[in-house]
Nanobody
């Protein structure tokens, strides 16, 4: 089993930045795809960005490309989401997820991830 704990959420003004962290425990996630999803009230959970365990491959939702960056530190079993130029529409609960995967695989659908964190709230004021 893998446990994931997110941190770094908060309240920020539009145009500001936040950095989310997700620490894994229980088992190493060095050979897992790691991803961030978000869910706003009344909306479905959506893929934000992810990173493969091999090759440094990343993938992002169109809505965050150029503003958000996913990175990982396998030595610390930690994945990060750097969020810049935040907009009010980025307001949501952000979840970290992980799944065993192939070398350069990134899953973009939530059902492909068996392990999830509890979420951290990000609120962007206008």
């Amino acid at each position: 089993q893998v446990q994931l704990v997110e941190s770094g959420g908060g309240l920020v003004q539009a145009g500001g930045s936040l950095r989310l962290s997700c620490v894994a425990s229980g088992r190493s996630v060095s050979w897992n795809a790691m991803a961030w999803f978000r869910q706003a009230p009344g909306k479905e959970r959506e893929f934000v960005g992810g990173m493969s365990w091999g090759g440094g491959r990343t993938d992002y939702a169109d809505s965050v490309k150029g503003r958000f960056t996913v990175s990982r530190d396998n030595a610390k079993d930690t994945v990060y989401l750097q969020m810049n130029k935040l907009k009010p529409e980025d307001t949501a609960t952000y979840y970290c997820a992980t799944s065993p995967s192939g070398y350069s695989t990134i899953y973009t659908r939530d059902y492909e991830y068996p392990y999830w964190g509890q979420g951290t709230q990000v609120t962007v004021s206008s």
